[in-house]
């Protein structure tokens, strides 16, 4: 009866489904995902998959009962606080919208608020053109012992290269071979995507991140598609009353296969103006 009622409570909130469009870039928000993303179109191009088991936003596993957040509902499902979202600056009457209406605008702001646990957290999503800002803040009101945590999860499309620039200052690159292994797996500033065939490339870099654990870079080769997460929390407990805060940029990018690596490096560098 309790999962029936948040579920009802939950569509009053916002359509099944609904589409904002950006210039030539395309996001969906599904309730099925609790209205994290989980679509990314650019181009008419699909860059970012919906497929089962391909979930975007935050997921938190616990020890003794696993993964909670975004599409993982397997042992409890994410409860929804609230869901903002404006246009140009107007705030957008959700609740009025048809199932995949498509909303159109320069700039689009969500602000999703939930709770998974004691754990509540607040989502804001900011998309203008080629560019997706993330921001995740995170409170607890008691200590949390966690698993670990992924924020900033995209299932890209698959067969894909990839390239990172890790702390230390090291870049290394490689390829999707539908190996279905883990990729990278250390702290970063940035990583990029590419796809030779659609020639069209990603670059997402951490400008914020809690201190008091590591943040890790995890590809994952999913074989249907190349996932990534910002793995943190690894058995570690979460603090109570602290705000805990990550930021990450993706900005998209065309280039020929011969020139990716360059664009990346332009852009994970700051040199957004460049490209």
Known sequence: MT??????????????????????????????KFWNMNYIEYKGKTICIDKPGAHYGTVIKFPRIGFIGSGHTENEEEKIISLDLKSDGEKINLRNLKDNAVLLGNKFTLIRKSRIKNIEIENHIEISLKTITETVKLRSDKKVQLSLMYNFMHPWNPLIKYMAKLVSGEIITGNSYETNKFYVEKETEWLAFYSDKLRIGVVSKLIKSYKKTKNISRVWDRNVYLKYYLMSFRMQEFPANTAVVFKMITKLFDAAPDKWHEKAKIIGTGRFQSY
């Open 3 to 32: 999962v029936v009622t948040v579920l009802v409570a939950e569509a009053k909130i916002a359509p099944s489904s609904f589409f904002v469009k950006c210039g030539e870039m395309k996001i969906r928000f599904d309730q099925k």
